[in-house]
């Protein structure tokens, strides 16, 4: 049975059994018992701050990308541990202090839960175990243009090879849309280009077939059968600079698709692909910093429901809309316009920034016709060749 389980089992601190055995009256309880909430309850009671009460539940007041309120639980201190390892570990693929900050601030609060995030996220030992590689900037930035339409450029590349799976799979073909981030990773038993045509038809069955796909110069990308794919059904291919796989944002995701699954294998198993969906699910849910939006919000109009949030409706019971459906359908519509509109914005103001930051350090060399200069050589025929 432990081999059909498609998520990493949550670890003992993090486990949320304890959690849902704890109902709203005992919640409750528990808040008014917490000390350190007191400051909170007095606030409450003055009416002249952001908390306030709904039944017997203490809330904090939030405002979400488009000013409306959101409300909080606020959290007692015997339940942080758990609330930090359900939002961190698990199904949340161990991300960094911002996501993992993200992830908890849309459903729950307490005071210096910041900073509680941050200790608990650096002092991880599986995080710490893994690590994470630093990425230092070489050069100067230049601005691309932002694609506003979902699903019309996605980016797609090879990952491997990795330990032999279950499934006798070594690599991942991996696809991120250029406008909403939204990731997909198809595990694949090697790259050739028949096994990558079917990768890309699976992921083109979910987002659509794309106007634009942009990948390195991999024989897999540029052989004979891929090209002929790609003319037939009309997309237009272009490719990341040779030598140069910055150049590909896919690259990013990567390291940080490798990351999680280390951390998760190192947590539940040696499988990768069987903590594959889990990870997936991590990265869908959390706010993409160039975005300010999860991928899935910008997909689906909302996010996903995860761990945390089944946890947060077990204890505030949330009432159902009772919107019409054509009147759900052009909410949903209006929101996702709004969302996408937000979310270009936020991606042309992040690109200007990381560019006036990238530059700053930044040297433009000029060359005119005839001046001598000394190539890279990107080849070496052996270790002591000079470069």
């Not at 995701?253 to 951390?263: I, S």
């Amino acid at each position: 049975a432990e081999e059909l389980v498609p998520f990493p089992l949550p670890q003992a601190e993090g486990d949320t059994n304890r959690l849902l055995k704890v109902d709203s009256e005992a919640f409750a309880s528990e808040q008014r018992n917490c000390t350190g909430l007191k400051p909170c309850w007095e606030k409450e009671r003055e009416g002249k701050g952001e908390f306030v009460k709904k039944g017997d539940l203490l809330f904090r007041k939030n405002k979400d990308h488009f000013g409306n309120v959101n409300l909080q639980l606020v959290i007692p201190a015997d339940l942080r541990n758990e609330i930090l390892a359900l939002c961190h570990e698990s199904t949340s693929a161990h991300l960094g202090v911002t996501k993992t900050k993200d992830r908890l601030l849309r459903h729950y609060f307490w005071p210096n839960c910041v900073k509680d995030t941050e200790n608990y996220v650096r002092s991880c030992d599986l995080c710490q175990r893994i690590g994470k590689a630093r990425e230092k900037g070489k050069a100067p930035l230049k601005l691309v243009p932002i694609i506003t339409e979902i699903f019309s450029k996605i980016n797609i590349d090879a990952v491997g090879p990795l330990p032999i799976s279950a499934k006798n799979n070594r690599y991942l073909l991996t696809a991120i849309c250029m406008s909403s981030k939204y990731p997909e990773a198809i595990p694949v038993a090697d790259i050739n280009s028949v096994s990558v045509i079917d990768a890309l038809l699976e992921v083109f069955s979910r987002m659509g077939f794309p106007r634009e796909i942009q990948c390195d110069n991999g024989t897999s990308f540029t052989s004979q059968l891929a090209t002929e794919f790609f003319e037939r059904f009309g997309i237009k291919v272009t490719h990341s600079s040779v030598h140069h796989p910055q150049s590909n944002p896919v690259e990013r995701f990567h390291r940080t698709l490798k990351r999680l699954l280390k951390v998760l294998c190192l947590q539940s198993g040696d499988d990768w692909e069987k903590n594959l969906p889990a990870t997936l699910l991590a990265l869908r849910t959390v706010t993409h910093e160039s975005t300010g939006f999860s991928p899935a919000e910008l997909v689906h109009g909302k996010n996903l429901r995860t761990p945390e949030v089944l946890l947060y409706e077990h204890w505030v019971n949330p009432q159902e809309s009772e919107s019409s459906v054509t009147e759900y359908v052009f909410e949903l519509i209006n929101r996702m316009r709004r969302c996408q509109d937000l979310a270009v914005q936020r991606m042309t103001e992040v690109q200007v920034k990381r560019k006036a930051w990238y530059d700053k350090n930044a040297v433009r060399r000029k060359f005119q016709v005839g001046d001598q200069v000394l190539v890279l050589a990107t080849s070496k025929p052996n270790k002591m060749a000079v470069q």
